[in-house]
């Protein structure tokens, strides 16, 4: 069994729904991103905007004011794969520029009416995650007849209009969206479901990190850092089911429960 390479999370905004504004200096951000690095991450994900339930727009310029530097800096000692996660194409645009080699966009590309070519001529990786409505309201009251099959379908069409848009199909990722737009019944479900999206073909990346489904499963764990153990459980369910990338706030306890995950198959070989 091949595990999933493990995406650390660097949010440097001041209302991130679990650490929002602790790491607001660039340098505090730069050394945990390198600390992250240090117990694991494979990939690092900058973020300047937060996408929690209700959370208000950030100004394109500010959003590249918060994590072109960051970029910059982890680049200064660190020449692995660098996503920015943003909707904005000047955003992304300016992260590339930086040194950013994905492009991690919750509304799949669709913010903007120049998002698809602006991806296609910078050439980097992308990923498209479905989001139901927008950060605002998504939560309000989300309804599917078929959360597994609307999703996979939703996220194969967006595939196909990058592609049409000169996108490599090497380069597109796909994300369910855990917590956007979706209870915790759909995030379940969703998870239990993952093979239906790694059927598609294309690579699956998936974040369920500190997320309230869990807190629907443990009540008590109404802070975000109370979650960990729910974490844990959702990301070796999504690694059985053959995510290839996870989105994860811990990174070493995750790249720690890979590895376990991956000897216990290994034994059953043996």
């Known amino acids: 069994m091949r595990p999933p390479r493990v995406m ?18 660039v340098e505090a951000a730069v050394a945990h ?13 900058i973020g300047g905007e ?15 004011a918060r994590v072109v530097p960051v970029i910059e800096g982890l680049r200064a000692f660190w020449p692995g794969p660098i996503s920015i996660d943003t909707m904005k194409p000047a955003v992304a645009r300016a992260a590339v520029a930086a040194g950013a080699t994905m ?12 998002s698809l070519a602006v991806a296609a001529e910078l050439g980097c990786d992308v990923v498209l995650m479905h989001m139901k409505g927008e950060p605002r309201t998504m939560q309000a009251d989300p309804n599917y ?34 917590g956007f737009g979706k209870t915790p019944a759909h ?27 869990i807190q629907s499963v443990d009540p008590t764990a109404t802070d975000p850092a109370d979650r960990l153990g729910g974490s844990l459980a ?3 369910e999504a690694a059985r089911r053959g995510a290839s990338i996870l989105r994860v706030h811990d990174v070493r306890e995750t790249v720690q429960a890979l590895a376990v995950q991956v000897a ?6 043996d």
């Open 145 to 178: 007849e078929d959360v597994v099959a609307e999703v996979a379908d939703w996220l194969t069409a967006r595939a196909d209009a990058a592609m049409a848009a000169g996108i490599a199909r090497a380069r597109i990722w796909l994300d369910p969206g855990i």
């Open 50 to 64: 937060s996408t929690r339930p209700s959370a208000e727009p950030v100004a394109e310029a500010e959003e590249i």
């Open 103 to 114: 492009w991690n966009d919750v509304t799949a590309l669709g913010f903007a009416p120049d």
């Open 33 to 45: 991103g390198l600390r992250l690095v240090e117990q694991g991450a494979d990939i690092l994900d």
């Open 234 to 236: 959702l990301a070796l």
């Open 264 to 269: 216990v198959a290994a034994s059953v070989r």
């Open 187 to 213: 995030n379940l479900a969703l998870t239990a479901r993952l093979d239906r999206l790694v059927a598609t073909g294309f690579p699956v990346s998936y974040g369920a990190s500190r997320k309230r489904t």
């Open 8 to 25: 650390g999370i660097v949010n440097v905004t001041p209302d991130s729904f679990s650490d929002g504004g602790r790491l607001a200096s």
